[in-house]
């Protein structure tokens, strides 16, 4: 059977900064070896229906309903990195990103969901957020900082190539989605988020970088079986 063929544009190229190329840096291997995640993730229904548009409203707005969910307690894994980082500079990225996805909650909550709907989380939204918070409590800081990178980083790639394919974002029914994930700004944060784990994983020892690499793994597939469950209405077997 042949594969589907994604309507995002092919992946951009891995632009971390590396200090010297010829040792892969954390997050760039990470990143190749979770390609098979994301090629999933381009394929995806969800985001192909998002790409053109033709994504149902009601499966927008299921997904919508579980993202508020998921981002007040992705919030408070990113404030578990702000009080567990070591340096002033990442306390300060990292309390403000946990601000910001507490924020950007109430934003796109109050554009697309009706106030009066009570959503309950979905398996999936439970797995998820029950595993950063997991993290957050019994992980080092080291394995919490790549957990949340997916996060940022699968967002970005996403919103950025989503971005460049869509001509008028005025006139797109998921338009403000596709700005809020294409941003530049969006982008700076990825690449900070990156730093950090790099700069941890270079000072941690092999056992502890490979549990990186496991939280990283898990959470990209995570992110997978979100768009997945909200594209399903999942809902609970019994
Ligand atoms: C599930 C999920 N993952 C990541 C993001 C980007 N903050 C999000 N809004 N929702």
Request: hydrophobic share 40%.
């Amino acid at each position: 059977m042949p594969s589907p063929t994604p309507v995002l544009s092919p992946a951009s190229a891995v632009d971390a900064p590396n200090d010297d190329p010829s040792t892969p840096t954390f997050s760039q291997t990470a990143w190749r070896r979770t390609a098979e995640i994301r090629r999933a993730i381009d394929v995806h229904p969800f985001l192909t229906g998002l790409a053109d548009g033709s994504l149902a409203r009601e499966t927008f707005v299921e997904y919508m309903r579980q993202d508020a969910l998921y981002l007040v307690d992705y919030g408070r894994a990113l404030a578990s990195c702000a009080q567990r980082a070591v340096d002033a500079e990442d306390v300060i990225f990292w309390s403000g990103s946990a601000e910001g996805a507490v924020r950007e909650e109430r934003s796109l909550h109050a554009t697309h969901i009706d106030g009066l709907a009570v959503a309950s989380r979905s398996p999936t939204t439970t797995a998820y957020t029950s595993y950063l918070l997991a993290v957050s409590a019994r992980g080092s800081y080291a394995e919490l900082v790549a957990a949340v990178l997916p996060c940022f980083w699968i967002y970005d790639d996403v919103g950025r190539r989503l971005r460049a394919s869509v001509d008028d974002l005025a006139n797109h029914p998921y338009g403000d989605w596709i700005s809020t994930y294409g941003d530049p700004a969006f982008t700076a944060a990825t690449r900070t988020a990156r730093r950090v784990a790099d700069r941890v994983a270079h000072c941690a020892d092999a056992g502890t970088v490979e549990r990186m690499h496991a939280a990283f793994a898990q959470a990209s597939r995570y992110e997978w079986m979100f768009w997945d469950a909200a594209y399903r209405h999942e809902t609970w077997p019994v």
